[in-house]
């Protein structure tokens, strides 16, 4: 039986899965600080992976009309206008201009822009970031689905089976990110696969291939790590304190994620959970608890019995 | 650049993470400003104030590379004493025909070259003929100037001209015209003069929405100006990249389906200025000129054997009489005008949808509908093929189905996977393209489509003897076919713009192989040597990170397979590199030739000592030190004593809609700009004009990344229509409040053209800017809305009237002004009487139209 | 498929008898899933091509199998974009398979409400039929001076900068020897 680290805690998710000679596990550091929001990400995706258009449907959250991950888009390219004070010069234009600007947020998901301290020079940060599935090393996904559909690779990665796959939709609640979903119309439950067609044979996944700033690098997981940790070392020289990793760690709530981010503002800012956790952490004590009740109701269903012979 | 060329901004993150700063100049806060170091927005149309007065800040604190400046451009030049500057004339240069609108530009010229100015004074009909496109490649043909003061003292040298012309282009002044603050325009000034010089080079980047201007060619001089004096063309990491926006936009202008030109930049004969052979060639060189352009006459015999094959001897003058002849102006916004006046019969539309990327595009589809056939080939049905039946003209009733007559052939196209051939990219880069399948069903290529048309027209005049048929039945017309559908063989035709020796079918190697006496034949001079050694240069694909960082081996660049062009500007007059670290081509002198990281743009053994004799022209002519090879000087121009049609300095006026008087001179406008007065094409009043509040907003146009040009090839797509669903407009949050707007709600923007609605996105990206001593509200708009496709709006365009550019005929089509009101706009013949009615307040009768020149310039 | 192989199939004895008791990793595995492989690994041919959006110039691979485009991504080998494409370069395959692409001639008749089918052999002698006589009606010779002219201006033509310079180069020489003049192009745009 495997032990309560399988469930919380730093391990290798491949090994872990039964995996002997596991290959390195591999992930996504996406670094926003170089996003230009193009997009490549998202179509490079649908068209290798035959993902379903996700309606024409303008959301006036600045450029993003995608909205969020869902079985339809496999990569989400959030956009966040900020709006710092503004600087003297355009103070100055709008006290001529005689009005009252009122500062608009119209990016997700709040007006509320804790650490938006930008340069001093700059009134405006447009902030990008390619949001994917996390491909955490504990998976609540993976962990409720009662069919085998979702599996570990060897490579770490979490993968739906879509000919296994029977709609069921527990592990859309199990996510801590919001990220996987049911598909309209055809039920089974759709998200990012990491390519595993294509990582099996050593290529890069669609949208890391295709992004043409390198802001979704693929390779080997440490690796990403370390190569992340100095681009944050870099930043901080260069002046932008703000940036910061999100998903790196491998004993935060998910025992780190598969694809991590380098961010310049919180998580909330780009509709990020701050602090995810798998809700299967606390399985093991309550699969104890759960066997105590259900030993204790079989013995009343026994006592019951018993107790209606004449 | 990040917005429309995202892949090429690689290049971009690539540079500021190696320490380079990147400064974004755009009205509006784009995807290119979120990554950039400093983000510079200022007013539409002001662009040339903001350049100006970078060059006045380099000449005011003697910031230019000296040394490259004196050597390589004409700073030191002399120029005419009969020259006048906008300075002395409220606006206007010397020379200005009020008659015509245009200058006879005699006292531009370098001294003592007064006597023969090349355009003979016909101002107006090289603008008519859009003859500042054949500059592409080289300057109009002037003769090398001798006069030059090397001190750059004397008061009429171009160094001082330039330096008296920009004097009053002050920080103050581009506050007050650009709105860009004091501050931020010195730390672009400070970045753009420390970061240039001999260790090191600044880029400038443009997107072709610079060329949609009234003064559109002036923009890229002033860059061109700014770039020469601080010693950055012909260098690594300098230079001015044009961003082109369609795959072979380039090779339409190297290879032009244009009117006014042949290929290689050889012009269309004017009926009058090239009656004969001889005037023609003389027309394209200037006999006594430096430099390439001086061998015309080899590659003009060569383009017509390639055209006429044995029909072209001396006898005939190659065929030259078979050329029809131009007598003005017969651009594409003088056709559709023209179609709306019923003169013109049949329209062929090849990928391209004018309907909704054209300006005026009420015009494109009323000239449309008085066609009698069109012919449209496309991928996708597109709104220029459907006009009869959809077109908002139909709503109002301009177009009624029923009583139109323009009979349509939808021909479907083949895409860029069904058939080879060659695109060349921004960078002049040719790139062999393999067919990867056949076509289905009738799509077929361009290439088999007007061979085959060529080939049943040439049946049907097969017996003609008319004169007139003569060229149609003597044209060299046999190219092999092949495939299930007689596919015309693309690389044959590539081997014909090559070229080749006519003897032996050798492939040349070089425009360098061509001859005047019929001995060879070549398509497009510039592109000779893509088939050198018969090898399709453009198909190699050696991997890039096989080969050296200038990555010679993949593809082919025009001319002779150089990347950077003028590199012989990279090293100093010696010819050794500025600076080790900008080595790029350089002086071998142990070798005896020129060598380094790419082709050397000069003639290869050529020492930079090398002086020629008194007299000497041509390439002869050129010194071991004239990097400019092309210039009939052999320098690079700061000042362009011939050419331009508008001036030979960069002058800031204002758009033709502007809703300010030019704060810097009386000429509101540009003097020279192209108009067509008429109902049909009102332009919104200007200062000084009466009623220019009725359009009281300056409005811009541009592209998203998620969409190609008029949509034809995104809005047809679920993946990208996805992404950008529908047709917006982008207000700052103070204009909203203005009028009214809110934020996802309807708005509709109106100008003396059209009325167009569009969701509402309030943003801060935009802002008002104080000018003048007033505000100025921006609206941004894309432009790549119509009624086909998967999604769907109104088109942009539809808000432009028509006035050009009179150096290249192109419209000013990213700014006018405009009103905006919140809610949907009218529909119906209501929405003809509320333009109407607009049209009425602003002043703008049937007979109204704008004088070129101001009244109170030119004093 | 003998039993011990059907049995072995089973991923309940997988998870049982196997390193991956919990199910979740190696056990669940499809055949289906053991049988993937990335798609362009069964092309029968690869294209090397070109984008067709902007100048950029950015290299594609296109790859086909029994006819069918199966997958267009950029080229790793070209140094110009290194094997990276935007929205448009990726939506590649969409523009030249989708089922919105027009794949017969249509041809609308004067005063017609709607389209019809046309043969394509048919529409290219009527448009022949066209020029010729457009040409005939509007010719002139010579200028009021005499000057040749040599020329119609009853045809024009606007193309996309999405052409090939193989297809430019005819287009601008039967034109031109036709004495059509009015020959334009979106770099006029």
């Known amino acids: 039986?495997?032990?309560?680290?399988?469930?919380?805690?730093?391990?290798?998710?491949?090994?872990?899965?039964?995996?002997?000679?596991?290959?390195?596990?591999?992930?996504?550091?996406?670094?926003?600080?170089?996003?230009?929001?193009?997009?490549?990400?998202?179509?490079?995706?649908?068209?290798?992976?035959?993902?379903?258009?996700?309606?024409?449907?303008?959301?006036?959250?600045?450029?993003?009309?995608s909205g969020?991950?869902?079985?339809?888009?496999?990569?989400?390219?959030?956009?966040?206008?900020?709006?710092?004070?503004?600087?003297?010069?355009?103070?100055?234009?709008?006290?001529?201009?005689?009005?009252?600007?009122?500062?608009?947020?119209?990016?997700?998901p709040s007006s509320t822009l804790p650490g938006a301290t930008g340069r001093e020079d700059r009134d405006l940060r447009w902030l990008m970031m390619s949001n994917v599935c996390k491909h955490c090393t504990h998976a609540g996904c993976l962990d409720v689905c009662p069919t085998g559909a979702l599996f570990r690779s060897e490579f770490g990665t979490v993968v739906v089976q879509e000919d296994i796959c029977n709609g069921c939709g527990y592990c859309v609640s199990a996510c801590p990110y919001g990220v996987i979903d049911r598909r309209e119309g055809d039920g089974r439950a759709w998200k990012c696969t990491l390519c595993y067609d294509r990582i099996g044979e050593g290529m890069t996944p669609a949208c890391a291939q295709a992004c043409p700033t390198q802001s979704i690098q693929y390779g080997e997981l440490d690796e990403l790590r370390d190569r992340a940790a100095k681009r944050v070392e870099v930043l901080h020289q260069r002046g932008v304190p703000e940036a910061r990793l999100y998903g790196h760690d491998p004993t935060d709530g998910v025992g780190g994620d598969g694809a991590f981010f380098l961010l310049l503002d919180e998580p909330e800012v780009y509709g990020l959970p701050p602090d995810p956790v798998v809700p299967t952490r606390d399985l093991p004590s309550m699969w104890k608890h759960a066997g105590v009740a259900a030993l204790t109701m079989a013995a009343a269903v026994a006592v019951a019995f018993l107790g209606r012979r004449p | 650049m990040a917005e429309a060329h995202p892949v090429g901004f690689q290049w971009v993150m690539e540079a500021k993470k190696r320490g380079a700063t990147v400064i974004h100049v755009d009205p509006r806060f784009t995807r290119t400003s979120a990554v950039a170091d400093d983000y510079v927005p200022l007013r539409v149309g002001s662009d040339i104030a903001f350049l100006g007065g970078v060059i006045n800040y380099i000449l005011q604190n003697e910031l230019d590379f000296r040394e490259y400046v004196v050597a390589y451009t004409n700073a030191a030049t002399i120029v005419s004493e009969d020259f006048q500057d906008t300075e002395d004339l409220g606006g206007l240069f010397s020379g200005y025909d009020e008659?015509?609108?245009?200058?006879?530009?005699?006292?531009?010229?370098?001294?003592?070259?007064?006597?023969?100015?090349?355009?003979?004074?016909?101002?107006?009909?090289?603008?008519?003929?859009?003859?500042?496109?054949?500059?592409?490649?080289?300057?109009?043909?002037?003769?090398?100037?001798?006069?030059?003061?090397?001190?750059?003292?004397?008061p009429r040298c171009v160094y001082q001209i330039l330096k008296r012309h920009y004097a009053r282009y002050t920080p103050e002044v581009v506050e007050q015209v650009c709105g860009v603050s004091q501050k931020q325009f010195q730390r672009v000034c400070d970045a753009w003069t420390t970061n240039s010089g001999?260790?090191?080079?600044?880029?400038?980047?443009?997107?072709?929405?610079?060329?949609?201007?009234?003064?559109?060619?002036?923009?890229?001089?002033?860059?061109?100006?700014?770039?020469?004096?601080?010693?950055?063309?012909?260098?690594?990491?300098?230079?001015?990249?044009?961003?082109?926006?369609?795959?072979?936009?380039?090779?339409?202008?190297?290879?032009?389906?244009?009117?006014?030109?042949?290929?290689?930049?050889?012009?269309?004969?004017?009926?009058?200025q090239h009656e004969t052979?001889?005037?023609?060639?003389?027309?394209?060189?200037?006999?006594?000129?430096?430099?390439?352009?001086?061998?015309?006459?080899?590659?003009?015999?060569?383009?017509?054997?390639?055209?006429?094959?044995?029909?072209?001897?001396?006898?005939?003058?190659?065929?030259?009489?078979?050329?029809?002849?131009?007598?003005?102006?017969?651009?594409?916004?003088?056709?559709?005008?023209?179609?709306?006046?019923?003169?013109?019969?049949?329209?062929?539309?090849?990928?391209?949808?004018?309907?909704v990327g054209s300006a005026h595009g009420r015009a494109q589809r009323l000239g449309m509908a008085n066609l009698e056939w069109l012919v449209v080939r496309d991928l996708y049905m597109i709104e220029s093929a459907t006009f009869w039946k959809d077109s908002p003209e139909i709503e109002t009733g301009e177009i009624v189905t029923e009583e139109c007559a323009t009979e349509v052939f939808f021909m479907p196209a083949a895409s860029h996977v069904e058939k080879e051939g060659t695109f060349t990219q921004t960078q002049r880069m040719l790139q062999w393209r393999e067919k990867a399948l056949d076509p289905p069903g009738d799509c077929r290529s361009e290439l088999w489509f007007f061979y085959h048309l060529g080939r049943l027209v040439r049946e049907r005049i097969a017996t003609s003897t008319l004169e007139r048929d003569r060229g149609m039945r003597n044209i060299a017309w046999s190219y092999p076919t092949s495939g299930p559908h007689n596919d015309p063989d693309a690389s044959a035709v590539l081997k014909e713009i090559n070229g080749y020796d006519i003897a032996t079918s050798r492939p040349l190697s070089s425009y360098t192989e061509l001859k005047d006496?019929?001995?060879?034949?070549?398509?497009?001079?510039?592109?000779?040597?893509?088939?050198?050694?018969?090898?399709?240069?453009?198909?190699?694909?050696?991997?890039?990170?096989?080969?050296?960082?200038?990555?010679?081996?993949?593809?082919?660049?025009?001319?002779?397979?150089?990347?950077?062009?003028?590199?012989?500007?990279?090293?100093d007059p010696q010819g050794v590199p500025w600076s080790e670290k900008k080595a790029y081509v350089w002086w071998d002198a142990e070798k005896g030739e020129w060598t380094g990281h790419d082709n050397p743009d000069f003639e290869k053994t050529k020492p930079p000592s090398f002086r020629p004799e008194e007299g000497a022209v041509g390439v002869a002519g050129l010194r071991g030190d004239d990097a400019f090879i092309m210039q009939g000087d052999g320098k690079g121009w700061l000042y362009a004593p011939a050419g331009l049609i508008d001036g030979p300095l960069p002058t800031h006026y204002e758009p033709a809609e502007s809703p300010l008087r030019n704060p810097l001179y009386a000429q509101q406008a540009n003097p020279t700009r192209k108009v067509y007065d008429r109902p049909d094409n009102q332009l919104n009043p200007a200062p000084p004009e009466a009623h220019s509040q009725v359009f009281p907003y300056v409005f811009t146009t541009s592209r998203l990344t998620e969409h190609h040009t008029a949509g034809g090839m995104s809005r047809q797509l679920a993946y990208l229509s996805e992404l950008q669903p529908a047709m917006f407009v982008e207000v700052s949050p103070a204009l909203a409040e203005e009028r009214g707007l809110r934020h996802m709600g309807w708005a509709h923007v109106i100008t003396g053209r059209a009325a167009v609605e569009a969701r509402v996105l309030v943003t801060a990206r935009l802002r008002p800017l104080r000018i003048d001593g007033r505000t100025i509200h921006q609206i941004?708009?894309?432009?790549?809305?119509?009624?086909?496709?998967?999604?769907?709006?109104?088109?942009?365009?539809?808000?432009?009237?028509?006035?050009?550019?009179?150096?290249?005929?192109?419209?000013?089509?990213?700014?006018?002004?405009?009103?905006?009101?919140?809610?949907?706009?009218?529909?119906?013949p209501a929405l003809l009487d509320y333009i109407a009615d607009y049209l009425r307040r602003a002043g703008l009768d049937a007979s109204h139209y704008a004088p070129l020149e101001t009244p109170g310039a030119g004093e | 498929m003998g039993v011990r192989t059907w049995i072995e199939g089973w991923p309940v004895y997988r998870q049982l008898t196997g390193t991956d008791p919990l199910g979740r990793g190696h056990a669940a595995r499809s055949a289906r899933t053991d049988a993937l492989t990335p798609r362009t690994q069964e092309a029968d041919s690869v294209a090397r091509s070109v984008c067709p959006y902007c100048a950029v110039g950015c290299g594609q691979r296109v790859f086909v199998k029994d006819g069918e485009v199966i997958q267009i991504e950029g080229d790793p080998d070209s140094p110009i974009s290194r094997g990276r494409l935007c929205p448009k370069g990726s939506a590649s395959k969409s523009l030249v398979t989708s089922d919105r692409r027009i794949r017969t001639v249509l041809y609308r008749r004067p005063y017609a409400t709607d389209w019809e089918e046309l043969d394509l052999d048919r529409a290219m002698e009527m448009i022949a039929d066209r020029v010729v006589k457009a040409r005939e009606e509007t010719w002139e010779d010579k200028d009021e001076d005499g000057r040749p002219l040599n020329r119609t201006l009853g045809i024009s033509s606007l193309g996309g900068a999405t052409l090939d310079n193989e297809e430019n180069y005819l287009i601008k020489k039967l034109f031109t020897a036709l004495g059509a003049i009015q020959i334009e192009n979106q770099a006029r745009i």
């Open chain 1, 1 to 65: 039986m495997a032990g309560p680290n399988s469930l919380f805690g730093p391990i290798d998710p491949a090994t872990d899965a039964g995996y002997v000679d596991a290959p390195p596990r591999m992930g996504f550091f996406t670094d926003t600080s170089v996003c230009i929001g193009c997009k490549a990400c998202e179509v490079a995706c649908k068209e290798w992976n035959a993902v379903p258009d996700d309606g024409f449907d303008l959301l006036g959250m600045s450029y993003d009309n």
């Open chain 1, 68 to 108: 969020e991950l869902s079985a339809n888009t496999w990569r989400h390219v959030a956009f966040i206008e900020q709006s710092a004070p503004p600087s003297e010069a355009a103070l100055d234009v709008l006290r001529e201009a005689e009005r009252s600007v009122s500062t608009q947020f119209l990016g997700m």
């Open chain 2, 99 to 154: 008659e015509t609108g245009a200058y006879t530009p005699v006292s531009w010229q370098y001294q003592g070259h007064e006597e023969h100015p090349p355009s003979r004074g016909e101002g107006h009909i090289q603008r008519d003929t859009a003859a500042g496109l054949q500059q592409e490649v080289h300057g109009p043909p002037v003769p090398a100037g001798k006069n030059r003061d090397e001190t750059l003292q004397h």
């Open chain 2, 198 to 272: 001999r260790d090191r080079t600044t880029a400038l980047v443009y997107s072709v929405g610079w060329t949609q201007h009234s003064v559109g060619v002036q923009y890229i001089r002033s860059g061109a100006i700014i770039q020469l004096l601080l010693g950055n063309m012909g260098r690594p990491g300098g230079g001015i990249m044009a961003l082109r926006g369609h795959a072979s936009i380039q090779g339409s202008t190297d290879i032009p389906t244009l009117f006014n030109l042949l290929p290689g930049y050889l012009p269309m004969p004017h009926h009058k």
């Open chain 2, 277 to 355: 052979f001889e005037k023609w060639v003389d027309a394209i060189r200037h006999p006594t000129q430096k430099g390439f352009w001086n061998n015309a006459r080899t590659y003009a015999v060569s383009l017509l054997k390639a055209y006429f094959g044995e029909f072209a001897t001396e006898e005939n003058d190659w065929g030259y009489n078979y050329l029809p002849r131009l007598t003005g102006d017969h651009g594409t916004y003088r056709q559709v005008l023209d179609m709306i006046d019923g003169k013109i019969k049949g329209y062929f539309l090849l990928g391209q949808n004018p309907a």
């Open chain 2, 517 to 571: 006496d019929g001995s060879t034949s070549c398509g497009c001079w510039i592109y000779s040597g893509v088939y050198a050694d018969g090898v399709n240069q453009a198909a190699r694909r050696k991997p890039g990170s096989e080969q050296s960082w200038v990555a010679p081996e993949w593809g082919w660049a025009w001319p002779a397979n150089r990347r950077i062009l003028y590199n012989r500007a990279s090293a």
């Open chain 2, 780 to 828: 941004w708009l894309p432009y790549h809305w119509g009624g086909s496709g998967l999604v769907t709006g109104d088109s942009a365009n539809d808000l432009f009237g028509i006035t050009l550019d009179p150096n290249v005929l192109i419209q000013e089509s990213k700014v006018g002004t405009c009103d905006i009101r919140p809610g949907r706009r009218p529909t119906g």
